[in-house]
């Protein structure tokens, strides 16, 4: 597959990210899965090694890499802990690509340089307490108020909110008592007005933060608007069908982390004298899930591809998230009952992985509504037999 879509420079850049994940962030996950927290460390450590700016422009301090290499760092460090992997993920997929994408050239030149150099964080709040996959029943609203919008309103489970030093949110602009649609904002964190919740207490991704974002009378200039205010909603599409690729990749080292100790574990453990991957119960599960995998892989790898031939990827993005995101979670329960009861220990962190899958199937879009996507896409593009 790597012959398929790598070039010298992906693998350049997988063995890197591969030792970097191995050797240092690797040996932090089980305290930062249990103590929570955000992983300052590992974070420091990326951003000192590009990984926070992959696919921006190196003019504002970014990698100049594409969606490919993204695609590979995050697969590599999820193999290891996925929460640091969700930071990085975020960061670049939601709280740094709407900039990059739709921003002006002085709102580029004012954010990129700290957010690609990975010395500031990004954060993007979409989700409220009643738009969840309803997107469009946005509850905040930004009122025009001569040259300033007064904002108020609420996002929650926003990733990196109380990291970040930026934040990108969706809110309903309001010109003259008129409503003009959902457009993005974007400010600095440390706004007035802008008021931050304690970090959830999560059943997965426990190294990562994730928290509730309040907007009282917080007042910004117009220059805030990101991109063509007409098309706001358009542009918070296009970032989640993005977004959507990079989550597929995070589930693609999810699976892979849980299946390659269930792996090791068959060929350790032993049962009626053999070790237990000789059993057909235990080597057709191994089967099912590296082919799950290998599936999974081709489908985030191919959507990346067109991605980054300037293709259209609405429908290959939904396939990826879908299928990475419901492999990760067959492939991390499987690796449980392969482990038994030690799978269920905290000491042989499958476990970990398998409360850390869960969310895959949730962010970015339910599988219900990548459903609903694939669909709309197929029916829209049915052609005569």
Not at 239 to 247: A, F, P
């Amino acid at each position: 597959m790597e012959q398929l879509y790598f070039t010298e420079e992906h693998k350049m850049l997988r063995d890197m990210v591969r030792d970097f994940a191995r050797n240092e962030v690797k040996p932090l996950t089980q305290e930062l899965d249990e103590k929570g927290g955000f992983p300052h460390e590992s974070v420091k450590k990326m951003a000192e090694l590009g990984l926070m700016g992959i696919p921006w422009d190196e003019k504002y301090g970014g990698t100049g890499m594409d969606t490919m290499a993204l695609v590979i760092a995050i697969e590599e460090i999820g193999k290891v802990c996925p929460s640091t992997s969700a930071t990085m993920m975020a960061h670049t997929s939601l709280g740094t690509a709407p900039i990059a994408v739709f921003g002006t050239e002085e709102q580029k030149e004012r954010y990129l340089p700290g957010l690609a150099s990975g010395k500031q964080i990004g954060a993007f709040g979409l989700t409220e307490p009643n738009a969840g996959s309803d997107a469009g029943n946005t509850q905040t609203r930004a009122i025009l108020n001569g040259n300033e919008f007064i904002v108020n309103g609420e996002k929650a489970f926003c990733t990196n909110a109380g990291e970040a030093s930026i934040i990108i949110f969706t809110a309903v602009m309001v010109e003259n008592g008129e409503e003009k649609g959902i457009s993005a904002f974007v400010i600095d964190a440390d706004t007035e007005g802008l008021f931050l919740n304690p970090p959830e207490k999560k059943m997965g991704w426990c190294g990562s933060d994730t928290r509730s974002v309040f907007f009282r009378d917080m007042r910004i200039p117009k220059s805030s608007v990101l991109g063509k205010p007409s098309k706001g909603f358009k542009q918070f599409l296009k970032t989640l069908t993005g977004g959507r690729i990079t989550i597929g990749a995070l589930g693609i080292g999810t699976a892979q982390g849980a299946f390659a100790r269930a792996l090791a574990y068959s060929k350790e453990r032993e049962a009626f004298g053999k070790p237990i991957h000789k059993f057909q119960g235990v080597s057709f599960k191994l089967s099912d899930m590296a082919t799950q995998i290998e599936a999974a892989r081709h489908l985030v790898y191919h959507a990346a591809w067109k991605k980054d031939q300037g293709l259209s990827v609405i429908r290959e993005a939904a396939m990826a998230k879908l299928f990475s995101s419901e492999t990760a979670m067959m492939v991390t329960t499987e690796a449980i009952q392969v482990l038994g009861g030690y799978g269920y220990i905290k000491e042989y962190n499958v476990e970990r992985f398998f409360r850390d899958a869960k969310i895959l199937e949730i962010g970015e879009g339910t599988s219900e509504v990548q459903r609903m996507i694939i669909a709309r896409e197929l029916i829209n593009s049915v052609q005569s037999v």
